[in-house]
Structures are given as C-alpha cells and as structure tokens.
C-alpha cells in the first residue's frame, strides 16, 4: 500500500501494535470487522483499512498513543464518528486509527459565560441533551451526529452558521496532543485574546494533520425565547437567491436560510406526501424574542414577495415549524429515493452570495447536460451548497461523468471566489482542488507548517496536502 | 544594540539600506525624526528607532523589500499608524520599518455580499467613510483610528466587539508577503470555508512576524435601521458585572456594554462637567429596527433594575446618544486629566465575564494598596478591561510599583483561566506573560512554526515570542 511517494511502515507497524498491545489490551483491536468500520469514508472513495484501532480514555493514554507511534514512525488517524466525507478517516499507509469516542465527558458547563469544557468524543446531540435543562445549547448542526473533536477537526458548520457562525467561531480553547507527544492548550477561556498565534483555529480545521484534540472548550448561546419557522416558494432560483442576498444585506438575523431546488421539492413530494409547488424552496427560521421573531418572519415576508415569493407561512407553534420543514428534514432520504440503490456523492462548494444563484443555476444545466441527476440543498445564507450526484457505482460512464461534474463544479466555485469545500474539508478527495484555489505559495506555507509541527509525517497523512 | 541572545547585523543593514535607496529614492527615509517617530510605542517601553524606514506602495514592492532583506538577513518591522501598544513597532535589532500607509486604497465593496477588499494602510475610519453611502460600516472600533492592516496584525477589537466579533472574525482572507519574498493568498471570498488549514486567522495577530500583510478581504455590516444608547448606574462593580452576564446569558444582543468604575465617572464628571453618581456605570449600545432597538433597552431596564441599578435613561436621538455616552467617549482625557503630565499605562487583561468583578475589584483594592490611581473602563460583554495606571514617569519608586501592579494583574487574570491581553497583542510588553499563560509546549509550538516560516527571523523580530 502506498499513497504517491510515501510508503507503508510495516515493520514500525508491527512493532508498535506490539507495544500498543501490551499497554491496552483489549481496548487495541486487530479485527477484520472493526478495521473496516474505522476505514470507512461514506462516500466513493476506497476504504483504507488501519492496522489498529485504539481506545483512548484519556488525554494522556492519547499521549501514549502519539508517542508509541512516533518512536516507530506509525501513523495515527483520529476518529470520531466516522461522518466525514472526504475519506479522512482513511489509513492509505496502514497505522492505528485512534478512537476516541470513549472520551465522551462534558468536564464543566460554565452557564455563567456560556462555554462549557468537553471532551472530543462527545457528540452535540450528547451535548445538546446534557444542556438543555440549564437553557443552553451548542449551535452547530452539521446534520450528522458527528463529535465534537471531529467537527473542530473538519471545521463543520451545518445550517446554522449564517446566524451561529462555524466550529471557527465557537471554539475557545483546544487541548491537544501533538506529534511528539507533547499537550498544549491553545488558549484561556477568555471570550476573546491577542496572546500569540491563533493555535485554536490552526487546529480547527486541520483534519487530524497536526495534532489530536482531546479536550474542547466550546462557546454556548442560551435557548432563544421563541423560534419561528418559515416557508416560501420562488418562480426561480434566482428570485430564491436574490431573496437571499437582500435578507442578508438587511441584516436580518435570520437563523436558518435553506435552499431546495426544484428537483429536491419534487423528490420530498413524492417521498413526504407533500404538495409544495416543485420550484424553488427557501425554508426559514428565527430565533429571537416572541415580538422578534414575529417580527423578523414579517420582514421577511414583505422582502420574499418583492422576489416573486409565493405560498408564504410563518408559525411559532412547535407542532407547525416541523411540519413547514419536514421538506428539509426528509431530504437527505427522499432524494436517495430518487434512484434507490443509488451512491449519493456530496459535492460542497460555497460562493460569494452574489454568485449563488449563477452557480446553483450552472449546476443544474452542467448535470443535465451530463446526463446526471444532482438534487440541490444549500445554506443559502452562506453560499454554500450540496448538489449531490445520484451514481449508479457499477455503471462505469456514469462514475465518470460524475467525476467529471463534481470536478467542473469544484472549479466553477473557485472561478467565482469561492472554495471547493464549504464545510466538509479536504480529506483525499479534494486535495487536487485546494492547490488550484489556493496557489502554489499557499499551500507550501501550509506544508511547511504541516512540515515544524508533525516532521514524520505520522498524523492522519496523505490529507490535506497534496504529495 | 541587542535583544537577548539576538545581535544587530549591522553589516547587512548597511548593504540593503544601499540597496533599498536606489530602488526607492526618497520613499526610503533615515533620519533621525522619522526613524523616531516610527520606533516610537506610545507607551513606557523605552523606544529603539529603525535604521530606515521604506514607503510601499504595492505589494510587489513590500515583496521586493522583503527580499532585499531576507538576502542581507535585516529585520522588517510593518508599520501603519503606529497606535500599538506593546512595543510591536520597536526596531530591537535595527532594520527597515516598513511603512504602509500610502497603501490605502479601497480596491472593491460587493455591497450584495456584505465585503470589502482593502489595502492595509486604509484605517477604519477611511474606510467607513467610503462605505457610508451603501449603507454599510466596518464594525470594529479600537479606540485609535488604526489602519485596518494594523488592527488585523495585532487581532484588534474594541467596543462593539460583544456583538460583532474581533479582528479574528471580521477577515475573510488575507494577502501577505512570507519571509521569502513571496505573496500568498490564505483563502477564497466565500463566507465559510473548510479549505485547509486557517492561514488568515494565524496571520490576525501575528504582529508582523509570520507575513506583511498587503490586503485584506474584510466582512461588513448593514447599518442598521436604529440606534438606541442606554446609561445606567449600579452601586457597585458587582452589581454592574451580575447585569453584564444576565445581558449575555439572556441573549440580548447588545452592539456595546461599558463598564466605567468610580474613579472613571469621577473623572469624568470633572472633566466633562457631568453630575452622575460617582460609582460604577453601565454604558449601553443597541442595534436593530426601530421596534427591536426599543425592545432590548427596556428588557435591558428590567434587568438592571433587579440587579440595583438607577438613573436608566435610554434614547434613540442622535444627539441624546452623544450626550448620554460622552463619559465614555471623553474617559480617556478625563483620566489623563486626574494628574496632568502623567504617563497612562493601559493593561489589557481578559477574563471569564464570571470573574470580572472580582477581578476589576481586585485591581482597584491592589491599586489603592500600592498608592496608585488606576480608573478602569472596561468592554465589560467580553470581560476585558483596561485599568490604566497613571504614573509620573520620573519617580522611580511610583514607576517600580506601577510595574508590580501591571505584573500582578496579568497573573491574577491568567490565574482566572484568563488572558493577559485582551486585544492589544503581546509585542515586547507582554512576552513573559504569555509563557504563564499558556506554558512552554504551547510557546514551543508558536516558535516551531515562527521558525517554519521565517527561518532567518526577520520578521519583526524580538515580538510575541520569548528569547
């Protein structure tokens, strides 16, 4: 096994399963079954199975680890809950795949600065569960029941950043392992700082490729008073997206700004028993107080209509908001319903808002014009969206012409400004993209930092960087 | 002239102060008023003058002078408007300060995607000005009229910095010239990005160590429909910091919470001619429409009402928000004022907002203790304050306890999970502290990627990082 110029360890393999073995036991796991399920990426990239999976408990075992694999130059792949989706918890040179989904605790909740101190494994319906009788809760929702650790590694967001921000924004403070074993904090808890270098969001986002995060301290927002929720039609993508752009330039506090396009309704249509008209779809939420929200679902109303907005709702009810956006929620399953059997590939592309509906409007006619079909869901509010290519694996022209959209697409949002990866990350899949957003100068700063920080190049390799 | 084990390359300086003076003629500038005027901190930190000072005009030429000194191994000091605080444009080792403020073009605003692409030497009020008429601002206030170059190196923030974020939240991407001479772009326009690892953040506040920044995409705000200022006294700082946190665990979105102490207001009353109550204020900002502005003061009220407050006045008048927040936007002369001639010496320090008033009571108790006068203001929604010591410059023994009490403070604050600076950044002042506050494998890892990127060490050397 081999990943471009680089070469399986498989004597410092071997050697370090042997350690490793003696250390922990049970908790090291050399099975076929759970070697699989940890090299699995979700996705149409090739599984790469670890040689090992550890069990972490602790900040220190996970040192343990680190430095085991370091004196014998093994790699180590962090692992959450398996949600990515760029293959980043693939083993393309073999090692140990580090769980920590053992490091489930929530250490403190401080409710008196909103933050709360977690270890990595815990996940945000875990932690969402453990605050909500206190008021609080953690914004981010990527849509899978991801951990914590590994949304900050991939720097996920979901559909509440354009209000919330992203794993960027609500990170205080990482503990972490580092290549040679060493732990570092990057910060206090502070709600803000200008002591040094910003290591937090250096590791936000860094994918497992610089260090093992073991402890988070993660900001929180109290429990609005109301949430309203919202639904409208719109004659075009366009009229969705200009809608869009005037509710973001108002400065409407808007929480949730999801686009469906008209695929997409037909698909939850047919799978929801719905009948919304099968064009465009924006769907809303509000947070904010009861005048506030009533008042933010109204403004957006007056906005929609001057778009050619249509069929507008707005409710407070509970009862009512799951049903206005039962169309979001039934997504994801009624578009694989679309082609049951089918392999659903994500793409991730986010642009500048005002290049949203261009975009969104070249896909569609890019994956007609290949023969494809790639219902649309975007955070709007933020340009960022998932055309997700319907494939038919064992159908070889097919893969192809995916292959060939997701890359047009790839380039297409970086032609407007925007990246290949709004929030899933780079993983394997999209290392070929990066260069070409980002420079050559670029990506060789990254590399030399990847290059002070990890020399051996044990953490999570051959991600991110290109060979 | 040396700073710990660093020595002056006086040799090399030489060669490219030639060199530099045939590329740039009279845009390279060494005499002794301008060398002064551009080592000089503004503060107690005796100043130590550059040997040159360049004027850029393009980041091709920040590129060249960049190379020019990277062959002869002389340091490179960015200059904007020289408001930092900490030492950060001192010249320990000599060198070119590289001076940015011809650099001052807005290059672009995409109203419909809320950005703008500015050169570094544009300060924030240029750049409001420019951007008055699109209805749009530039959120970040520190105070100075900084260049937004300078603000982005030092993570700057401000008054409003509990609503609208920091400098770290407010770039989008950053070009800069590396220690090699070439020009990087850290990332894409798009408003999220999972793209690798997070260069822009790790420039924001980089101080002028890892890269020149030559432009910046920055993230703008609508002005908002309304405007409403509140003022309210409390009996105590405590009674002000519980009103604080009830405000930012309620979720009131306030745009800016000041906390004056006693001192302060008495100052102020003197100075400005006011008659408040001379114990601590709550000075208040709300954005919003017209009916969301009016409802935040009066949930505000409420609050402080259960917490002792008194005198609430609330407006949103133009000119009665002038009147009720001039003891803020006098608070600096005022102090000055208390022994005309002194030297006012900021401290920065930033602690959980559930500490905050312990820790500004402390200070005013440790203050008194040492014989000295320290009125504090604080931006008390992020739990950052300023305690300015006033000290005669020329009473060694006042000077020794003034030190005693800075270095106190910083510990006390890093001894509450907090940060010595806030948003001044750690120039020279500060380098002890942030060893305390974050240990030695953190700081290890802060200089491995200093010397990753600037192997030779002539990025603003003898900044941030200990000897």
Redesign the interface.
């Known amino acids: 096994m081999a990943d471009g110029g680089l070469t399986r360890n498989a004597a410092g393999i071997e050697t370090a399963l042997g350690i490793l073995k003696q250390k922990f036991g049970e908790r090291l796991q050399t099975g076929q079954s759970i070697r699989e399920q940890h090299g699995h990426t979700t996705t149409w990239i090739a599984n790469e199975l670890p040689d090992g999976v550890v069990f972490a408990r602790s900040t220190e075992e996970v040192a343990e680890v680190v430095k085991v694999c370091a004196a014998h130059r093994v790699p180590i792949i962090a692992y959450g809950t398996g949600t990515s989706l760029e293959g980043h918890v693939n083993a393309p040179l073999g090692g140990i795949s580090l769980d920590l989904s053992q490091m489930d605790r929530v250490l403190a909740v ?6 709360c101190r977690v270890q990595p494994g815990v996940t945000r319906e875990a932690l969402n569960t453990h605050l909500r009788d206190q008021g609080l809760f953690f914004p981010i929702d990527p849509g899978a029941n991801a951990s914590l650790g590994g949304m900050a590694a ?4 979901g559909t509440n ?1 354009v209000r919330y ?2 794993m ?2 609500n990170v205080i403070s990482i503990e972490a392992v ?1 290549a040679d074993g ?18 937090t ?2 590791l ?3 994918e497992g490729t ?1 260090g093992i995060i073991t402890e988070l301290t993660l900001r929180l ?2 429990i ?2 109301a949430i309203s929720a919202a639904r409208c039609s719109f004659p075009s993508v366009s009229a969705a997206s200009e809608t869009v ?1 005037a509710v ?4 409407l ?1 808007v929480a949730r700004i999801e686009l469906l396009d008209a695929q997409m309704v037909g698909a939850v249509n047919r799978y929801s028993k719905l009948s919304l008209p099968e064009t465009p779809l924006l769907l809303l939420e509000f947070h904010g ?1 009861e ?2 929200v009533v ?1 933010q679902a109204e ?1 957006f109303g007056a906005l929609a209509e001057e778009f050619g907005g249509t069929g507008y709702e707005a409710t407070t009810s509970l009862e009512e908001r799951n049903r206005l956006w039962q169309a979001r929620h039934d997504a994801y399953w009624a578009m694989l319903q679309i082609r049951p059997g089918c392999t659903a590939v994500a793409t ?1 592309v ?5 290049r949203l509906s261009e975009a969104v409007g070249a896909a569609e006619a890019r994956a007609t014009e290949l023969g494809l079909q790639a219902p649309t869901v975007g955070h709007a509010g ?3 969206f998932h055309a997700t290519v319907l494939v038919d694996r064992d159908n070889p022209d097919e893969r192809a012409r995916a292959k060939e959209f997701v890359s047009w697409l790839n380039d297409l ?2 032609s407007m ?10 993983g394997q899949g ?1 290392r070929p993209y ?1 260069v070409r ?3 050559a ?6 590399a ?6 990890d020399p051996e190049n044990i953490l999570n390799p051959g991600k ?2 290109p060979e």
């Open positions: 401080n409710a008196g600065d909103l933050d991939t720097r996920a967001s950043a921000g992203t960027r924004d580092m060493r732990i570092i904090r990057t910060a206090s808890r502070a709600r803000k700082s200008s002591a040094g270098y910003d290591l969001r250096l936000v986002g860094s610089l927002q109290g609005p008073e752009m973001i330039q108002y400065g506090p107080s005048a506030g008042e403004t991730d986010c642009v500048p808002i005002s933020d340009g960022n949002a970086i400004d925007g990246t290949c990866t709004g929030e899933h990350g780079i999209k990066l957003e980002l420079g100068a670029t990506i060789d700063t990254m030399a930092i990847k290059r002070a920080l991110i960087l």
